[in-house]
């Protein structure tokens, strides 16, 4: 399949487009991009952007014991995409064990932060966001990234908002972008919780219909659950 | 992965025999988009008998066919999927959404789509 057969309209890719939501009207960066799960979608993104570009794909093989299937990423190639963040996951699963999705998104969750750095550098170049030096309370120093003319953040709002609640088809890079945007707390952003709680059930049914996606959604639920028990030990 | 076409009154069934992975999806791609364009007005049906494996890849085509298809006016239905296929189905979301309608049997992905 050609490489970019299912991307957004504006051609940028699922992590940077991720990315691109998470940053808000004045430019700072969405508190929820602070959590795990918007670190395991950005290492989710990139590893659907990887299977759409042809550089990986994913099958379903029966788990180990108990264990129910599991989505074997599969290297098809290791031909450097040109996109920094993607090239990055690329190298990390190449030179890796045959792993499933969800134990790549746990394995490459440290690369995260690296990974969104690399992203947002790109959307820098391409000009649509730049990155502004800023003072928080006038002594710490903080960064912004503000959006320039917004025409790319505005079409992936738009193309969005269209699937949820005009009813459309998502392509699979819209339906992987609301799965992952959603999970990642970044619709929270554009649309009101009345909204959300009224569209959950189209977000289910719409999002992440991808078997990474749903891989990378597993760990995030584990992850999830897992420091939630962490927290819960000091009490009990 | 070849594509074995048959009509059957406003329907045409599309016979997907073989893989589809990564390698096969850009021309199966092509070719049911092909089949979508004489389908306008009526009814495309995917036999899935002789489907032997989906990858991520295969999945994204039958995404990108169902939104097509509902853009154009068709309607389309996938049938008889072997059960290693219907897991991937099941594992990606594919079953519980009503994007692409998954019938048990090709005559009734028929008669899905043209109740």
Redesign the interface.
């Known amino acids: 399949m050609s490489e970019m057969s299912t991307p957004g309209l504006t051609g940028i890719s699922l992590v940077e487009e991720l990315c691109l939501l998470a940053i808000e009207d004045d430019g700072s960066v969405a508190s929820t991009a602070g959590e795990p799960a918007f670190g395991m979608g950005v290492v989710g993104a990139c590893l659907v952007e990887l299977c759409i570009r042809g550089r990986l794909d994913a099958d379903v093989r029966p788990g180990e014991g108990d264990a129910g299937p599991q989505t074997i990423l599969m290297t098809l190639s290791q031909e450097p995409t040109g996109e920094p963040a993607l090239d990055a996951a690329l190298a990390y699963v190449a030179a890796g064990p045959v792993r499933s999705a969800a134990e790549w998104t746990h394995q490459l969750f440290p690369q995260a932060g690296e990974l969104v750095r690399k992203a947002l550098e790109r959307l820098q170049t391409r000009g649509v966001i730049e990155a502004r030096e800023a003072r928080f309370m006038w002594v710490l120093k903080t960064r912004r990234y503000p959006v320039l003319e917004g025409r790319e953040l505005q079409e992936a709002k738009l193309r969005i908002t269209e699937v949820l609640m005009g009813g459309t088809i998502p392509t699979p890079h819209d339906s992987v972008l609301i799965g992952l945007a959603s999970i990642s707390g970044l619709l929270r952003g554009f649309l009101s919780s009345a909204e959300l709680g009224r569209l959950q059930r189209r977000i289910d049914e719409v999002g992440s219909l991808d078997l990474v996606a749903r891989g990378v959604e597993d760990a995030i639920h584990e992850e999830i659950e897992l420091r939630a028990r962490g927290m819960m030990i000091p009490i009990m | 992965m070849d594509i074995n076409v048959d009509n059957r009154a406003n329907v045409t069934i599309a016979s997907l025999d073989g893989r589809l992975?990564?390698e096969a999806?850009?021309t199966a791609?092509v070719k049911l988009r092909e089949l979508l364009g004489s389908a306008s007005g009526k009814a495309l049906v995917l036999d899935g008998a002789s489907l032997s494996?989906v990858?991520?890849?295969g999945?994204?085509?039958f995404?990108?066919i169902?939104?097509e298809a509902?853009a154009a006016g068709v309607a389309v239905a996938v049938g008889a999927l072997q059960p290693?296929v219907q897991?991937?189905f099941d594992?990606?979301?594919?079953s519980?959404?009503?994007?692409i309608d998954i019938q048990s049997t090709v005559d009734d992905a028929v008669r899905a789509v043209t109740r």
Do not use: C, E, M, P
């Open positions: 992975d990564f999806a850009d791609q494996y990858s991520s890849a999945l994204r085509v995404l990108t169902a939104k509902k290693a897991q991937v594992i990606s979301g594919f519980k959404t009503k994007i």
